[in-house]
């Protein structure tokens, strides 16, 4: 009998490197995920997203992001897909961390995002799971550059961008919110700019996920 992994591959992708842990978004996580982001991600005047979705009032943010995350399962393709991961500390959801790509394919390349709850914030979790999962992107599963994004104004995201290598490229103007201008700072990452750490991966699931996103075992 088929299982969801078998079905939707993402779903048995599995990562570990010491305390991190990173597992395809399933059911059951996003729930945990849910929780999380219920519980708080910013302050309230503050928004570090593109996309304000974490501004959403009590129980319709849960809601949210549970359609957010079935919407992009229900459209992934190897031309345009979003592979969400969740992202655990000692077992515990602490927050996601994804990569957008579109005719990947061709390009081998897409745009890296994440979050984690505030609880969690101030603690170098988010480095080390940016490190992890860009050593996935580079090491199993075929890509060859990463580029991410962040506000001028949210100065942790960049920090944690310049130590994982991320080089500055070109500044954006952006609306953040209704009548509200901010500006972007592109990063890109390369295989030779790439600060990795010392903590061996464990990596199942990925020949899956390559032939899920067009590359076979590339």
């Not at 849910?34 to 997203?49: K, L, N, Q, S, T």
């Not at 304000?52 to 359609?67: C, D, K, M, V």
């Not at 550059?145 to 506000?151: N, Q, R």
Request: proline share 6%; hydrophobic share 40%.
């Amino acid at each position: 009998m088929r299982t969801a992994a078998d079905v939707y591959p993402p779903f048995g992708l599995r990562v570990v490197a010491g305390p991190i842990e990173m597992r395809g978004l399933t059911d059951e996580l996003l729930l945990e995920l849910c929780d999380v982001a219920e519980r708080g991600i910013h302050d309230p005047d503050e928004m570090p997203f593109y996309v304000p979705w974490s501004s959403a009032p009590a129980g319709e943010l849960s809601r949210n992001t549970a359609q957010y995350h079935w919407g992009k399962r229900a459209t992934f393709s190897p031309d345009d897909f979003c592979l969400d991961l969740a992202v655990l500390v000692d077992g515990r959801v602490v927050g996601a961390q994804g990569v957008a790509a579109r005719n990947f394919p061709v390009t081998r390349t897409g745009e890296t995002g994440s979050w984690l709850g505030r609880e969690f914030q101030g603690r170098g979790i988010g480095t080390a799971m940016r490190r992890v999962f860009c050593a996935l992107l580079f090491d199993h599963l075929g890509f060859e550059e990463i580029t991410s994004a962040a506000f001028l104004d949210n100065p942790a995201s960049l920090g944690v961008s310049r130590k994982v290598g991320y080089t500055e490229t070109g500044v954006t103007r952006v609306r953040r919110r209704e009548g509200e201008l901010a500006r972007t700072q592109g990063l890109l990452l390369t295989p030779g700019t790439f600060v990795r750490d010392d903590v061996p991966l464990e990596v199942t699931g990925a020949a899956a996920v390559r032939g899920f996103i067009g590359i076979g075992d590339a």
